[in-house]
């Protein structure tokens, strides 16, 4: 694991934009160049001593000076935006919670269409606890209002609909 110390006389890190930027030219990486690379998940790379880090992992690091327990979660769900106030630490579970829906069955998160039921829409949520609670309505938006209830009661500031 890279120490604090290596990673500031390599790397500037601009919480602001959340760009990383050489400091030292080596390689193909000029000094002043952005470093590391774009996946096509949309997260960020970079090569440290022939080692890869996640970008947004180094930008907790970096600012903090303490590598994260757990995860470290995109509050706005955009895994390329690496500013540090867009970055904040969370368990697994935290993180999941605030990713999009499953696109294809509603335009909310945790509802789907049920054309062999009387009500149509159905919002189903797992509390923390692992119990599944689904319910029908006979309008989408209903159902997406009951499922963001829910996810706020339970996930608090990492819930996302």
């Given amino acids: 694991m890279i120490s604090h110390t290596r990673l500031l006389e390599i790397l500037d890190y601009d919480p602001k934009t959340g760009?990383?930027?050489?400091?030292?030219?080596?390689?193909?990486a000029k000094a002043g160049s952005v470093a590391g690379t774009r996946l096509a998940n949309?997260?960020?790379?970079?090569?440290?001593?022939?080692?890869?880090?996640?970008?947004h992992r180094l930008a907790w690091f970096y600012v903090t000076r303490?590598?994260?327990?757990?995860?470290?979660?995109h509050k706005?769900?955009?895994?390329?935006?690496?500013?540090?106030?867009?970055?904040?630490?969370?368990?697994?579970?935290?993180?999941?919670w605030n990713?999009?829906?499953?696109?294809?069955?509603?335009?909310?998160k945790g509802v789907t269409y049920?054309?062999?039921r009387k009500k149509c829409w159905k919002m189903a949520f797992v509390i923390p606890n692992g119990v599944r609670i689904?319910?029908?309505f006979e309008n989408e938006r209903e159902a997406a209002e009951?499922?963001?209830?829910?996810?706020l009661e339970h996930h608090g500031e990492f819930a996302r609909g």
């Fill in 146 to 151: 009951e499922w963001m209830f829910l996810a």
């Fill in 42 to 55: 949309g997260y960020w790379h970079v090569m440290i001593d022939y080692k890869y880090h996640s970008s």
């Fill in 99 to 108: 990713t999009a829906g499953k696109a294809g069955h509603s335009k909310w």
């Fill in 66 to 73: 303490a590598w994260p327990k757990d995860a470290i979660d």
């Fill in 19 to 28: 760009i990383f930027r050489w400091k030292i030219s080596a390689g193909r």
């Fill in 134 to 136: 689904q319910k029908r």
């Fill in 76 to 96: 706005n769900g955009n895994q390329g935006d690496n500013s540090f106030e867009n970055l904040r630490e969370a368990t697994r579970a935290q993180n999941r």
């Fill in 114 to 116: 049920d054309a062999g």
